[in-house]
């Protein structure tokens, strides 16, 4: 069922489809995230980088996001109060209803239209969901709102090359950073790659079994140590249990 929500927008995902072959320019271009300097900006009222600030910008619907903005944009995201990378999917009871019309292989316009109103919701509350960028992005397409569709287009590839520029994924010291669990499978299947199981490995890091062609990794590494130290912050009564893995 993932697999197939993730694939809906398949067709116009170009950039996301070539995300992990280009990520060394983006890396170039970008760098490693610097989560200091990332905390210090988002959260000052008078930096260009004030997350509120960024998130106006990123709400709109234009294409005047820079690189840079775009990283701390994402990553700005762990230092937001209401920040929890284990959140509540909200509207359950929509997203029910939802699951029979996301694997249907014809949706109707009114199939569209939910989808679309429930992505709404999603993003208004986490405005970095990449799945729900996708659907975004595929109800644009198919209701022929071609537009708005390259707009939100750029701003869901501009959040991958960030993941992209974090790291190449190939070993822990190069681990990719993400900061909700689900992005470390949807990074890797809107990059071309099928993620297939997720194992924890200490003190911080997720590895990402993938099914790819040719004689690409086996599998990617996810540094969840910001992600992680943010959770526990939050919920300090789950120190002594056992460590959250990701999303499976």
Request: proline share 5%; hydrophobic share 35%; glycine share 4%.
């Amino acid at each position: 069922m993932m697999k197939r929500i993730l694939t809906l927008a398949a067709a116009t995902l170009a950039l996301a489809a070539s995300c992990l072959a280009a990520k060394p320019g983006a890396r170039a271009e970008l760098g490693r995230p610097d989560l200091d300097a990332i905390e210090k900006a988002t959260t000052d009222p008078a930096s260009k980088y004030y997350y509120p600030r960024l998130y106006e910008s990123f709400m709109k619907n234009d294409t005047l996001m820079t690189a840079d903005e775009f990283q701390y944009f994402y990553y700005g995201t762990f230092f937001q109060e209401d920040y929890d990378p284990y959140r509540e999917t909200p509207n359950q009871a929509l997203l029910n209803e939802l699951l029979p019309i996301y694997a249907k292989e014809k949706r109707t316009r009114a199939d569209r239209e939910k989808m679309l109103d429930y992505a709404m919701q999603v993003l208004d509350d986490n405005p970095v969901d990449l799945r729900q960028l996708t659907n975004r992005i595929y109800v644009y397409e198919q209701n022929r709102k071609y537009d708005l569709a390259k707009i939100w287009q750029y701003k869901l590839n501009h959040l991958l090359l960030v993941i992209a520029a974090s790291g190449t994924g190939t070993d822990a010291e190069n681990a990719f950073i993400v900061v909700y669990p689900q992005h470390e499978y949807d990074f890797l299947n809107l990059s071309g790659r099928t993620a297939k199981s997720q194992r924890f490995e200490p003190p911080y890091y997720d590895y990402i079994a993938v099914e790819a062609k040719g004689k690409a990794a086996d599998g990617y590494y996810f540094n969840i140590d910001e992600l992680l130290r943010q959770y526990f912050l939050k919920h300090p009564s789950e120190l002594n249990t056992d460590s959250k893995g990701a999303d499976e």
